[in-house]
């Protein structure tokens, strides 16, 4: 076997075992997610927002590049774009926003929840923001936000989120494998919507 050779054999060994490692993750979250789903909704995304927060935070702390990360408050490009969450994190924010009095632009939500991921931007940009971005450019439900937000981190500068001036294939991302797993298995197992689809659905639920 030539040196070339070996070199190929050992990167297919070893992409072969991250996959296999990546999948026993994937497959923890897909059984722990499938065991919840008969809990409170709203509790099974406090949890699950908490274990990410976990996963993050400890990733972070082994992980040379995260202290990078220059997201902050009132840096709110992201929540201009499409956010994917699911049933139970909807049921959440809407407990939350009843709680709280806080009213619910339904108009604004029927109208983003014709638009997919793919086609988020073609909508005007006066209604592109989430309905939970305040006026101060913070997030209202900091607290109870989807895991979807949680584990969005870039690593340029903020002004390069921006989609409506920049390209975003100039942003840079820090991301833990495991927070990203833990995601995929919720919106697999539960089911995934844009969030105003999924927040009218919340509120329409009457169970
Ligand atoms: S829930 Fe909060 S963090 Fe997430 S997109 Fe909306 S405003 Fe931004």
Redesign the pocket.
């Known amino acids: 076997m030539t040196d070339d050779s070996k070199a190929v054999a050992n990167r297919k060994t070893r992409d072969e075992k991250k996959e296999a490692y990546l999948r026993v993750i994937y497959d923890r979250y897909t059984v722990q997610f499938r065991a919840a789903g008969n809990q409170d909704a709203p509790s099974v995304a406090r949890k699950a927002h908490i274990a990410m927060d976990e996963v993050l935070e400890r990733d972070r702390a082994k992980n040379p590049g995260s202290e990078n990360v220059r997201c902050g408050k009132g840096c709110?490009h992201?929540?201009r774009e499409a956010?994917e969450i699911w049933p139970h994190e909807a049921a959440l924010?809407v407990g939350i926003a009843r709680e709280t009095g806080m009213a619910l632009d339904t108009a604004r939500l029927e109208r983003q929840s014709r638009y997919t991921v793919d086609t988020w931007r073609q909508q005007p940009a006066a209604d592109k923001a989430?309905?939970?971005?305040g006026d101060d450019g913070a997030?209202?439900?900091?607290e109870s936000?989807?895991n979807?937000?949680r584990k969005l981190l870039v690593v340029t500068d903020p002004a390069l989120c921006d989609a409506e001036h920049r390209k975003p294939d100039s942003v840079g991302r820090w991301f833990s494998w495991e927070a990203e797993l833990m995601e995929s298995a919720a919106l697999e197992t539960f089911g995934t919507a844009v969030?105003p689809k999924a927040l009218l659905a919340a509120l329409n639920d009457k169970g």
């Open positions: 709110s992201c929540c956010v924010l989430c309905t939970f971005l997030c209202m439900v900091y936000r989807p979807a937000c969030m």
